[in-house]
Antibody, heavy 121, light 111 residues
Framework: QLHLQESGPGLVKPSETLSLTCTVS??????????WGWIRQPPGKGLEFIGT???????YYNPSLKSRVTISVDTSKNQVSLKLTSVTAADTAVYYC?????????????WGQGTLVSVSS | QSVMTQPPSVSGAPGQRVTISCTGS?????????VHWYQQLPGTAPKLLIY???NRPSGVPDRFSASKSGTSASLAITGLQAEDEADYYC???????????FGEGTKLTVL
């Protein structure tokens, strides 16, 4: 059974960079059948798609976050990383990593438990 | 604000049937893109409930079903149970965003 685990600082100061890592176990991030993505959920609000990474290096980012987001992978560690620069309080959220089936309208079939990141001084 | 609209809340008594709508446009659902549904129990990560408009992953009870027509999709839950109380989200692809998009989410309350 695929397992995804997010990790990273729970508190980030305004204007700094949020960095999270998703460690994937019992599955390879190099698979052509899947994308690896990040989704976030501000407290008490809905889900917001952040972006995805495909094995061939292709990335897609939500246009509203594109200028601040980078998703990358470390295949040697089977990890997917998220970096979000110049954070503000509006970036406070639970951040989830998830596996997405390949295809234009792929669904997210496996999710990590999520990690809460608060932006505050 | 999402490009796919869901009612903020729905409710029903145990045993009843409820439906949750997901209204999109010609740039997403109406363009023929698949719709998927997720269930998020309180304090937990979302879980895939329906994929490809109508398909249930292994382990999802057949009390859950979904359909799609035109620019909208709908999730139906029959034989409502207390454990169904959760937030439900639809997801599709939007050409104007060139990427995945989630609906606003609907909170289901079991009375």
């Amino acid at each position: 059974q695929l397992h995804l685990q997010e990790s990273g600082p729970g508190l980030v100061k305004p204007s700094e960079t949020l960095s999270l890592t998703c460690t994937v176990s019992r599955g390879s991030i190099s698979s052509r059948s899947y994308y690896w993505g990040w989704i976030r959920q501000p407290p008490g609000k809905g889900l917001e798609f952040i972006g995805t990474f495909y094995y061939n290096g292709a990335t897609y980012y939500n246009p509203s976050l594109k200028s601040r987001v980078t998703i990358s992978v470390d295949t040697s560690k089977n990890q997917v990383s998220l970096k979000l620069t110049s954070v503000t309080a509006a970036d406070t959220a639970v951040y989830y990593c998830a596996r997405r089936a390949a295809g234009t309208t792929g669904y997210f079939d496996n999710w990590g438990q999520g990690t809460l990141v608060s932006v505050s001084s | 604000q999402s490009v796919m609209t869901q009612p903020p809340s729905v409710s029903g008594a145990p045993g009843q049937r409820v439906t949750i709508s997901c209204t999109g446009s010609s740039s997403n659902i109406g363009a023929g893109y698949d719709v998927h549904w997720y269930q998020q129990l309180p304090g937990t990560a979302p879980k895939l409930l329906i994929y490809g408009n109508t398909n249930r992953p292994s382990g999802v009870p057949d009390r859950f079903s979904a359909s799609k027509s035109g620019t909208s999709a709908s999730l139906a839950i029959t034989g409502l149970q207390a454990e169904d109380e959760a937030d439900y989200y639809c997801q599709s692809y939007d050409t104007s965003l060139s990427g995945s998009v989630f609906g606003e989410g609907t909170k289901l309350t079991v009375l």
